[in-house]
């Protein structure tokens, strides 16, 4: 893991000033200051489809050199739907159930991953919120190329259609810019580094 690290921090250092400047910063991924969680450093994105799903990765001060935790938030006004027509549906019975993602990469890489409901949100009376999680963020998120040369700029994650969940979601596509992800999670690991240097003086 150091290996591939010491890879994107050489990379990513040449492409660090290019990342910002556009009108919509959030639509390329930035350092999260507002949702804070102590002992993790943030990175985040929105959805260019659904402006409010968020995508955020956590690099933990315990583990500052593995691959960070993944969330992802998938909104639906589906489960509405299906607690109006049956009084027995209960959103909370999804909570760790397992649904499968095609992803597709602006270098045309197909790949299918799992991440897990980690938690639900029913408090808005249009829609319901699923915040997915994956442990350990994949490598492909970073680059479709072996090398790791060239990074992603645009990802598409879709809800598989085969998936037995699949009807829980009105829109199952979120489409992310992947421009700025991998300075950002440069900039947190070295924060991490930081952060744990200070305890370990003190």
């Known amino acids: 893991m150091k290996f591939i690290l010491l890879i994107l921090f050489s990379v990513s250092t040449y492409i660090n000033a290019f990342e910002y400047n556009s009108t919509h910063d959030e639509t390329y991924w930035f350092p999260d200051t507002e949702n804070q969680l102590n002992g993790y450093h943030i990175g985040a994105v929105r959805s260019n489809t659904v402006w409010g799903d968020a995508m955020r990765f956590y690099v933990d001060e315990n583990y500052c050199n593995e691959p960070p935790l993944l969330t992802f938030v998938v909104s639906t006004t589906n489960t509405v739907d299906l607690a109006a027509n049956d009084k027995n549906f209960n959103i909370n019975d999804y909570l760790d159930h397992k649904v499968s993602f095609d992803l597709v990469f602006d270098t045309g890489h197909e790949e299918t991953i799992e991440a897990s409901i980690f938690e639900v949100s029913a ?80």
């Open 123 to 202: 408090n808005n009376s249009a829609l319901d919120l699923f915040i997915f999680m994956i442990p350990s963020i994949p490598r492909i998120f970073a680059s479709t190329d072996p090398d790791l040369k060239t990074f992603n700029q645009f990802m598409s994650l879709t809800v598989s259609e085969s998936d037995p969940l699949y009807h829980l979601f009105d829109e199952p596509n979120r489409k992310y810019r992947m421009g700025g992800f991998v300075p950002v999670w440069m900039d947190a690991h070295q924060k991490c580094l930081d952060s744990t240097s200070e305890v370990f003086h003190d």
